[in-house]
C-alpha cells in the first residue's frame, strides 16, 4: 500500500487486467530463477523503523504530519495513524561494522525526527504498542488523512463486510467489535530486511519459520491494549485480526487469513509462496500497469513485478518474501515482520543481530527440513512464544527446552558462530549479542519490565496514571539507547513527573462492571450490592445496550413504600431514562452533569452499548488528584 497510485480493483475490466498481469509476473519470476539473473555474492540488510508521537501528557498525539514536515528527509514517511512514522533505512552490506554502522544511521535519523517533534511538542516513543493508546485514537478522526489509506480501510471494510472483532485472551480478556481499520494502527514494529541467494532461498525460508518461535520469545514488547494484560506479543494476535476479511461460518471451514505464519515448508521455490497466496486470497487492489514483466525480461531487462508486489504487499506474512531491484540488479529478501519496536534503537538492532546471525548459521541438516521437523512445530513455536515470551518451552532439535536455556546454551553461540562466518566485527558480535544474553539472563524483555511495572504501579495509581507513567519512562530509557535488561523499576512516587489532566470521561471510567438483566429479581440485586458494596447498577440489554439503571437509594425508598417489591423484577423498578456520558466527554462538564441532574454516576455508552461507568467515588479520587476536591464540595 505504499503505491501512490493504489486503488480498489472495481469493475471486471480491471481485475482481468490485473490477473494477466499477475500471471505474467509469475512467469517472469520463474524465467529470471531459471536463468540465474538474480544478484549473487553479495548480502543486505536493511530496516523499517516504526514509532509514535506522544505529546506532553505521553497519549497519542495528531501531529505526524507537522512532525514530518519539519523532519523534511525523504527517508521518513507516514503510517496508518497521525501518531505514528516510519523511518526507512539504506541498504548496507552484510559485513564487518554493517550492524554499528546501522545502528548509527538510525540514531542520526531519529535525532532529526526527535529535534523535529519536540518543535512541535511532541515526543518519540519506540514500542510494539503504545500503553497510553486508548478507545479514542482508534477511530478515523486519527487516521492519516492521505487518499491511500481511506482506499486501504474502504478495501479491507468492504472485503470484511462487517464489523471486525477482536477476541484476545491472556491474563485479561478483551473482546470487541470495531468498525474501521483503526486498530491496526496500534502495531508498531522493527521490520528487517535480509537479502538472500536465490539458490538457498527455500532452506533459508523455512530456516526462518523454525527458529521463529525462539527468536520471538527473546524480543517481546508489547503486553498491553487498551490497559489489559494479553500476549507477550500481543502485537501479532491484534494485527491478525484487526484485518481479517475471514467471515464466521456455521460449519468448520479452513480458511487462511491474509495475516498468518504460513502453512507449510516450501520445497522448490519461492514461486510457490506467491502461487498460494494468488491461489489462496482475493485480489483487492491495482494500478496503473504498462510493463509486461515477461515480455521485457525476454529482451534482457529487469522488471518491476509491479502486480505480484501490489498483491504480496496485501498478504502480511511474519516472515515475508520481497522481490527487489538494486543498480540493475534483481533480488529477493525475508522480511522480518514479527520484530516488534523498542523498547531502544540498541535493542532492535541486537534483535537484528541475533536474528540474522541464526540466519547465517542453519546446520546442514536443516536443509530439507520436513525430514527433521514437523511445520505445525514451527508454528506451535511462534505461537506459544508471542503468548509467553521468555516463559515458553519449545519443541526443537528433538528436545524439549525452556526458552531461557535454548537461548543461552544453543541459539547466542550459534547466532555468533553464523555472524563470525559471515565476516562481522567480533568486538560488533560481542556487544549486540551480549545485549540479548543480559536480557535473557536479567528475565527483563521489553514485556516483561512493561508487566512488571504496571502491577506495581496499579496498587497506587490509577490504571491511566500507571499507562502513562510507563510510557514516559520508555520515552525516557528509549532517548538515552539503554537496553531494556538495564533498566531500573518505576515507583509510584514518580507519578509526580506527569501531567495528568483528566480531560475525559474514558480516563476515570471503570470499565469492570457488574450489570443487571431487566428480567432478573430485585431481591438479588439487592444481595449483589451487599456482597459487592455497591450503590448502583446498570442494566443490560441482550445486546449490550444500557436499558436502565438501579441505585441502591431508589431500591430502599421503594422498599420503605412496600416491602414486597423485593419480588418484583427490576423491569418493574428501574430508572429508564438514564443520565449518561460518552467516552470521549469533556469530564469537567460531565461532573457538572451529574451535579446538575443529581445523579451519583453516569454509565459510559458509545452507540448505546454500555462500556464504563463513573461514580462520585471516581470523580472524587480525580479531584483530589487535580486539588479541586473544594470547588466540587461548594
Not at 263 to 292: A, C, G, H, M, P
Not at 336 to 348: L, V
Not at 479 to 499: F, Q
Request: aromatic share 8%.
Amino acid at each position: 500500500m505504499g503505491e501512490a497510485k493504489v486503488k480498489v480493483l472495481s469493475s471486471d475490466k480491471e481485475r482481468v487486467e490485473f490477473v494477466n498481469h499477475l500471471l505474467d509476473d509469475i512467469k517472469a519470476l520463474e524465467y529470471m530463477l531459471d536463468h540465474d539473473l538474480f544478484e549473487s555474492g553479495t548480502q543486505r540488510i536493511g530496516v523499517e523503523q516504526e514509532f509514535c508521537l506522544v505529546n506532553k501528557e505521553f497519549i497519542p498525539s495528531k501531529k505526524a504530519l507537522e512532525v514530518l514536515e519539519s523532519i523534511n528527509d525523504k527517508s521518513f514517511t507516514t503510517e496508518l495513524a497521525v501518531y505514528n512514522l516510519e523511518l526507512n533505512s539504506e541498504p548496507f552490506v552484510l559485513e564487518g561494522s554493517c550492524f554499528r554502522d546501522l545502528e548509527n544511521c538510525i540514531l542520526e535519523k531519529m535525532a532529526k525526527a526527535r529535534k523535529a517533534a519536540k518543535e512541535n511538542d511532541t515526543s518519540i516513543i519506540t514500542t510494539g504498542i503504545l500503553p497510553t493508546i486508548s478507545y479514542t485514537e482508534i477511530n478515523e478522526e486519527y487516521m492519516t488523512p492521505l487518499k491511500r489509506y481511506r482506499v486501504l480501510g474502504q478495501i479491507i471494510r468492504n472485503a470484511r463486510g462487517a464489523d471486525f472483532e477482536l477476541h484476545l485472551m491472556g491474563v485479561d480478556e478483551l473482546n470487541m467489535k470495531h468498525d474501521c481499520i483503526m486498530m491496526e494502527a496500534c502495531n508498531t514494529s522493527f521490520q528487517v530486511h535480509l537479502q538472500i541467494e536465490s539458490k538457498d532461498f527455500v532452506d533459508q525460508y523455512n530456516w526462518a519459520s523454525a527458529i521463529a518461535g525462539p527468536v520471538l520469545s527473546a524480543i517481546t514488547n508489547s503486553p498491553l491494549l487498551l490497559g489489559n494484560e494479553l500476549w507477550s506479543e500481543t502485537r501479532l494476535a491484534l494485527f491478525r485480526q484487526s484485518i481479517d476479511l475471514r467471515k464466521t461460518t456455521r460449519m468448520p471451514r479452513k480458511r487462511q487469513p491474509r495475516v498468518s505464519f504460513g502453512n507449510q515448508w516450501i520445497r522448490e521455490s519461492v514461486t510457490e509462496i506467491y502461487k498460494d497466496d494468488i491461489s489462496r486470497f482475493t485480489l483487492l487492489i491495482t494500478s496503473d500497469l504498462e510493463e509486461w514483466s515477461y515480455e521485457e525480461v525476454k529482451k534482457g531487462n529487469i522488471p518491476d513485478l509491479t502486480a505480484l508486489r501490489l498483491h504480496n504487499g496485501t498478504i502480511y506474512k511474519w516472515n515475508r518474501p520481497c522481490f527487489g531491484v538494486t543498480d540493475g540488479k534483481p533480488h529477493i529478501r525475508i522480511e522480518n515482520r514479527y520484530i516488534p519496536s523498542g523498547p531502544t534503537i540498541k535493542d532492535e538492532i541486537a534483535n537484528a543481530v541475533f536474528w540474522i546471525g541464526l540466519m547465517k548459521a542453519m546446520p546442514d541438516k536443516y536443509k530439507n527440513i520436513w525430514e527433521v521437523m514437523d511445520f505445525k512445530q514451527a508454528r506451535a513455536n511462534f505461537i506459544k512464544a508471542a503468548r509467553f515470551g521468555l516463559e515458553t518451552e519449545f519443541e526443537i532439535f528433538n528436545d524439549i527446552l525452556p526458552a531461557r536455556r535454548l537461548i543461552i546454551e544453543n541459539l547466542l553461540p550459534l547466532a555468533a558462530k553464523g555472524l563470525k562466518n559471515t565476516g562481522i566485527d567480533e568486538k560488533d558480535i560481542k556487544h549486540y549479542l551480549g545485549i540479548i544474553e543480559k536480557r535473557v539472563n536479567n528475565n527483563q524483555t521489553g514485556s516483561q519490565w512493561i508487566i512488571h511495572n504496571y502491577r506495581e504501579l496499579r496498587k497506587d495509581l490509577s490504571k491511566d496514571e500507571a499507562l502513562r507513567l510507563i510510557t514516559m519512562k520508555m520515552g525516557e530509557m528509549g532517548d538515552k539507547n539503554i537496553p531494556v535488561g538495564e533498566w531500573t523499576n518505576l515507583d509510584s512516587s514518580d507519578k509526580e513527573k506527569i501531567i495528568n489532566t483528566f480531560e475525559k470521561v474514558y480516563q476515570v471510567m471503570t470499565t469492570d462492571l457488574l450489570v443487571i438483566r431487566e428480567n432478573d429479581i430485585l431481591e438479588l440485586v439487592i444481595k449483589i450490592m451487599e456482597w459487592r458494596k455497591i450503590r448502583r447498577m446498570p442494566v443490560e440489554g441482550m445486546k449490550g445496550e444500557l436499558i436502565g439503571l438501579l441505585t441502591k437509594s431508589r431500591i430502599e425508598r421503594l422498599i420503605e413504600e412496600d416491602e414486597s417489591v423485593k419480588h418484583k423484577l427490576v423491569k418493574e423498578v428501574m430508572i429508564k431514562n438514564v443520565i449518561v456520558a460518552e467516552p470521549d466527554d469533556d469530564l469537567d462538564a460531565s461532573i457538572k452533569r451529574m451535579k446538575r441532574f443529581k445523579v451519583g454516576c453516569l454509565p459510559v455508552v458509545k452507540r448505546n452499548e454500555l462500556i464504563g461507568i463513573i461514580t462520585e467515588t471516581d470523580i472524587i479520587n480525580v479531584l483530589i488528584k487535580k486539588g479541586n476536591i473544594d470547588e466540587y464540595r461548594s
